[in-house]
């Protein structure tokens, strides 16, 4: 579904990503985990164009994806929520959320101006796409509310909802339950195991370990800019250089 080769960023003389390579299977939720300042960020803005890598590959099925601008991307298939909240404050919940359904819209702009019967019936089609996305996180009931008065956990969960919302090919979210309490993370992780059991894709970054070991399919580790693991949960948790670079306080399983 998303592969990856040979990534390699740099910023200067600092090489922030150092021939990365990785796939992510179809169907499968892949967990991206690392210390602060592994890479971590600036792959998923590769990913997304917003950096232009320097040499290797990133291919979502048989989409290059290296040289396309962001917007190219999303319509191909890749949607994201931030480490940084960015939403819309001063528009509605459900607003927000049909925000992310801008590339998916099957009518033309005049089409929407002179409100004709296709433009009608889709917008309905979206309208209702982005309620259920929002009850499927328990914010159906803030959907007329302005995204700028929800709580921080509502925040980042109203941005779940608005990568969801498109069904894209992978969903890449970066830290979705950072900041979140117990119960607000909970209701995250069943959203997430849905996911993988209606066949959905995820690429998960993630500094909650518990939450990574219980979830992901695979783990890739980056240290350095470097891989320096991938494998199972199981498997990355015994790895010794995971531990010394990132787990050292994870019990090794026997």
Same mark, same amino acid.
């Given at each position: 579904?998303?592969?990856? !080769? ?10 922030? *990503?150092?021939?990365? =390579?990785?796939? %992510? ?8 985990? =690392? ?13 997304? =164009? ?9 291919? *979502?099925?048989?989409h290059e994806l290296t040289m396309l601008p962001t917007h190219a991307i999303v319509r191909l298939g890749l949607a994201r929520t931030f ?76 941005? *779940? ?13 970066? !830290? ?9 993370? !909970? ?17 998960? %970054? ?8 219980? *979830? ?32 050292g306080q994870m019990e090794v399983v026997a």
């Amino acid at each position: 579904m998303l592969q990856l !080769e040979g990534v390699t960023k740099r910023f200067g003389g600092l090489t922030a *990503l150092d021939g990365v =390579g990785f796939a %992510v299977t179809p169907g499968s939720i892949t967990a991206l985990i =690392g210390p602060n300042g592994a890479g971590k960020s600036t792959l998923l803005d590769c990913l997304f =164009g917003v950096c232009r890598v320097d040499t290797g590959s990133i291919r *979502l099925g048989e989409h290059e994806l290296t040289m396309l601008p962001t917007h190219a991307i999303v319509r191909l298939g890749l949607a994201r929520t931030f480490q940084n909240l960015r939403l819309a404050p001063h528009e509605t919940v459900l607003d927000n959320v049909l925000a992310g359904l801008v590339t998916r819209t099957p009518f033309s702009f005049t089409a929407a101006i002179l409100r004709l019967p296709a433009a009608r019936h889709a917008e309905r089609a979206c309208r209702l796409a982005a309620l259920e996305a929002l009850d499927r996180l328990g914010l159906a009931a803030k959907a007329r509310w302005p995204a700028g008065v929800l709580s921080f956990g509502d925040k980042k969960r109203l941005e *779940l909802a608005r990568a969801l919302v498109a069904a894209p090919r992978v969903l890449v979210l970066d !830290e979705p339950v950072a900041g979140l309490n117990r119960a607000e993370t !909970e209701t995250v992780e069943a959203e997430l195991v849905r996911l993988r059991r209606a066949g959905r894709t995820v690429l998960l %970054v993630e500094h909650d370990m518990d939450m990574v070991m219980r *979830l992901a399919d695979h783990v890739v580790v980056l240290d350095g800019g470097r891989r320096i693991a991938v494998g199972t949960p199981a498997e990355v948790q015994r790895n010794p250089l995971v531990l010394e670079a990132y787990l050292g306080q994870m019990e090794v399983v026997a």
